[in-house]
Each structure stands twice: as structure tokens, then as C-alpha cells.
């Protein structure tokens, strides 16, 4: 369904106005730290297994793929480099933060947007509790700092995946393949891989938690703010990706 | 017939002082208009029964109430101070004056029922010593201390209302809103939380304003109270001899206050939509 340009510009304002709220609030107390370690743990533990199955699967598949380009110029060599490069700096942002999106967003997006239409949010602000700060700073605090080190867990555990399958599918010599991915790879790239995660961790966050805490239309809403979530998220961290690319590419190489 | 006197003297705002106010406030929704400058006071002590059909603004009316919506035109004072306008932290110091219970009762259901109670004085950093007795306490009072353990979706809507009336007087407010507290509910339990509010209003006199649409529950607070009697607690019907006087109604249709006075002259009027309420 198609939104008026003026309800789009409201319904930004809005999401940039609890982005807002959210920030500051961090740094104001109460600051409900169990909350947030929870969140982390169920935010970085409670995603470890899809994020090291996304790394590795993505790893082997890349190897496979380069090797078989490579070899036409005789670079077969190459495949470690050209394995790591593409994760660090693109696949393993970009598909952790994907991954993301749809594990994690569309929980906070159902969660939020349960407690809405049960009036648990309004009981919430009854008692005297911003949730604002109750609810989005601790999820949109983990999921910024658990985002990058799941990043790292599946650019790791990705050219592992690719070693395997360098090694005992393409025969090529485990040294070769590791010490070309390890030459490639230099410190923008790893700035660049770490700097992705912490915008798309903000992204899923606020986006989710801006799509549940406006959900109305009882269940049929929850689902419909799920949805939104996972489809705002995941175009906006194709989009940022794009800017934070040519960023990166423009000021740190 | 014998002349009627108040039994509990409220002589309303002059008297007892104005807990609560509304002047004037609008509120739209789009191009709908769901409260129309609605003017009203509540006194210290008092409890308003607002009467309406659906979609009348009674909800909305309770939500601009605990300023969790803003009105469109009009200011509401708590205790003296415009609340009118004021952030969410600001209204955090205000909130604890009133206690609501929300007609799904609002409960937090990954919590317990204890820790629903308790919700407000963890986040006060109370000493659990202190917590466990105030919230028994409150629990007593709604006759469940028994599930303290047990999850929202483990007990009963009566029981969900019950908890939530508890919840909502754990911070002793000098204020309480009910919104639709029966609907839903059997005749028992329904009669049960009514008389839980009566307790509340005749032996605590917390102020109170009720919405419902449910005729039999508004004159069940009209018509009988709560007394103290060796030691025991007694729901007495008024009769002849006196009247509820610090209970009154106030009629809300399309989103204008169309009648606010005692159960006998709401019993009276002549107002056709009232009259087609009432029966």
C-alpha cells in the first residue's frame, strides 16, 4: 500500500525523533543494565549459530565460485584474497546484518508491537517507566555492539569455510590459500568491516523497535510491523551499504 | 418519601479541593472529533462514573487523563499543575499520583504475578525486603496472594483485573482510573472488583473516575458502599435515610458531556439518547 509524501515525511520525523530519544537516553539514568546484558545475550549468544552457518556456508560457496573464475588467469592462488576481501568488507556486514534483520528485528518488532496492542506500553508509561528507555535503548545498545563481533565470527568462520573447501574440494595448499587472505587484507578493511556493523546494528534496531512501538490492528498489526521491520531494515542496510562503501573506499584507502 | 442525606460528605471541589481537572480539552483523530472541549473537575475523594456507548471518547478521555495522550485544545491539571505539554520524564513524577487499570488489564506477561505487583518499586530500587510485603500487601487486598507465582496467561480475566488493581495500588495513588475494569467478566467477578473499588473509595477515599458502559456495574457503585462493622467488612444498598453522594455520573456522547449529576437525576432525565441508554 502506497504511503502519501506526507505521512512519509511524518512517519520519518518520527523514526528520527525516537532515534533521538533513544541516543539520550543512554546517557541518562535509570540505565537498566540487566536489561541491556540480556538483550546482548540473546542478541549475540542467540545468533551465533545462524551467523556462523551464514559465514561458512558463504565462505565455501565464494571459493568455490572465485577459484573456478580465477583459474581461467592462472590465480588460483588468489582465492584466499579474494575470499577474505569480499567478507570482510562486504558479505560479512552486509549478510550478518541481513541475518540480523530477520532473526532479531522481526523479534523486537513482534515483541514491541504484542506489547502495544495489549496495552502493556501504556501500563508501562502508567507506572511511571519511559519505554523508550526501558525498551529501545537496551535493544538498540546490544544489537550495536554484538552486530560487529558477529561480523568478525562469521568473517572468520567464512574463510575457514573457504579453507575447506580450498583444501579438500580444490586441492589447494592450506598456506597458500590463508597467507593470500592475510596479505590482502589491510587496516581500512578492517575499519571499513567493523564501521558497517555498527550503522546496520542501529538500523535493525531502530527500525524494529520504531515499526512495533506504532503498531495498531491487534495481531494482524503485529504482523504487519514484523514484516515492515524485516523489509525496512534489510533495503536500508542495502542502501547504507552502498554510501558507506564508496565512503570508505573514498577517504580510508 | 423520607428526605435523603449524604452518608459520606463530599461537598466537591469547594470543600475537599480539586484533585483533578479538565478544562476545555479536544482531541481528533484525523478529521474525527472524539472529545469535543470536555470541562471536568474531580474532587478529592470523589468518584466520577463516566457512561457512554462505543467510540464515545471515555478511553481516550482516561489515556489524555494519565498524559498518555496529548490533547488537541484544553489543559488537565493534576493536584493544581498543568500537566498539559510536559515530556515523559517530567510526567514520571506526576504518574505515580495516579494508579489506571486498563480494560485488558495491561499486565506485563513475560513477568509474574509478583513481579507485575513489584514492577513499580524495582524500578524505585526498594529494598526486596520491603517489596514482598507491600506486595502481598496489595495482593491481600485483592484476595490473591495465592498465585503469586504464576504467569499472566496462567490465570483467569477476574483474576488478570484483580492483579492489575493491585499493580495499579502499589504506589498508593490519590488517584485511580478504571477503564472498563468489568467488561468481559461473569456477574460474580464482575460484582467481585466492583466491590474491591467501593473498598477502595469508602474506606481508603481514593478518588476515581470509572468508565464502563455497563449500566448494572455504574449503579452497583452508586447505590451501595463499604463500612467497617466489628471488625468486619460490610456492602450495605443505601436506602431512604441517605444517599452515595461522592459518587456521580457523567455522560459522554459523540465526544460531548451531555449530563454529569447523581444517579436520581440521571434516572430522570429526559434526554432521549439517555433515556434509550438506560433502558
Redesign the interface.
Known sequence: MLISPKDAVYEVQELATMAARAFLGAFRRPLYLRDTLVQMDHIGVGSLTIIMLTGFFTGAVLTLQSSAQLRAFGAVGLTGALVAISLVRELGPVLGGLMIAGRVGSGMASELGSMKVTEQINAMRALGTDPIKKLVVPRVFATITMLPLLTIVADVVGVVGGLAVAVFVLQINASLYLNSAWDALDYSDLLGGLLKPVVFGATVAIVSCYCGMRTHGGTQGVGRSTTQAVVISSVLILVFNLFLTHLILTYAT | MKAREPRIDTEGPRESGTILELAGVSRFFGDLCVLDRVSLRLARGETKIILGGSGSGKSTLL?IL???EAPDEGSVYIEGEEITGLS??E??RI??K???V????????SLSVYENVA??LH?LSVPESEIEGRVLKALGFVGLETVVDKFPAEISGGMKRRV?LA??LI?EPDIMLYDEPTAGLDPVTSRRINELIIRLRDTQHVSGIFVTHRLRDAFTLTTEYAEWRNGELRFVQEDGTFCISNTRFVMLHEGKIIFEGPDESLRSSQDPYIRKFLT
Request: charged share 30%; aromatic share 10%; net charge positive.
Open positions: 489515556k494519565m498524559g498518555l515523559e520524564r510526567m514520571g504518574r505515580p495516579i494508579g489506571m486498563f480494560q485488558e488489564s495491561g499486565l506485563f506477561d514492577y513499580r524500578e492489575a499493580r495499579a504506589s
